[in-house]
């Protein structure tokens, strides 16, 4: 059944705040969004714009509180934060494909604990998959409590050069993305469940190094190492289905 979506006098989700994030890290405890009005998140663009197309997804961007921070929880299921740089530079599109959302629940994450370059680390992984007709699932390197999750290839083995970009002024720019009113939330399944995280975890899954592959898996990995340069080889800590 759907959580009780709470709202304030103005009709307003009431957002949760607790110590029961104490373990979160002081540089994203002091961080408020730089979108605070309704003024700022049109700058944005029109939500449309950033929808998959054909997924007849209607969604919506809403302002943060002053005081409102990104691993904050709000009561029900009206919004999630999304840092804007993910879906505007990046190129990721609403609602996440099944991949996507499987390398959320694999890690536990929530999106923003999936850092900028990671999301562009998946996102150009995925692209490489669909060209090989093949569909990934994930697996990563540690991740450290109460900080953002990194993705990355194996020392001295790297296929997405374009990707080492570093992203350093993105921990402002978040803001909540919900569906529309009329429609229902895009982000849960038929069953209403979440179909990925959209509250931080104290201790998102750690997997470190690669696990045995086998089959079609071994033969795409022989098919990069024959046709890449062996200093650009992939070694995205990642497994094919």
Not at 166 to 180: A, E, H, L, R, T
Not at 208 to 228: C, D, W
């Amino acid at each position: 059944m759907a959580a009780n979506r709470e709202t304030d006098e103005n009709g307003k989700p009431i957002v949760v705040v607790g110590d029961n994030y104490s373990w979160v890290k002081g540089e994203v405890r002091d961080l408020p969004s730089l979108f605070l009005d309704v003024e700022s998140i049109e700058e944005i663009g029109e939500p449309s714009t950033f929808v998959r197309e054909g997924s007849g997804v209607k969604l919506r961007f809403l302002p943060c509180g002053k005081e409102e921070r990104v691993y904050f929880r709000g009561l029900g299921w009206e919004y999630f934060y999304m840092y804007t740089i993910v879906f505007l530079d990046i190129g990721i599109r609403f609602p996440f494909i099944e991949f996507e959302c499987g390398v959320l629940n694999q890690l536990k994450c929530v999106p923003t604990q999936i850092h900028p370059n990671a999301w562009a680390f998946i996102r150009g992984f995925e692209i490489l998959m669909e060209y090989l007709g093949t569909a990934p699932l994930l697996e990563a390197k540690g991740v450290r409590k109460g900080g953002v999750v990194t993705v990355n290839s194996m020392q001295g083995k790297a296929l997405f050069g374009l990707y080492r970009q570093s992203y350093k002024d993105f921990k402002q720019m978040y803001v909540k993305v919900g569906c529309v009113e009329e429609q229902f939330p895009f982000y849960l399944d038929e069953f209403d469940l979440e179909r990925f995280p959209l509250y931080w975890y104290s201790e998102p899954v750690q997997i470190l190094g690669m696990a045995k592959i086998s089959g079609e898996s071994s033969r795409i990995v022989q098919f990069l190492e024959e046709f890449v340069e062996k200093t650009e080889l992939l070694s995205l800590i990642m497994l094919f289905k």
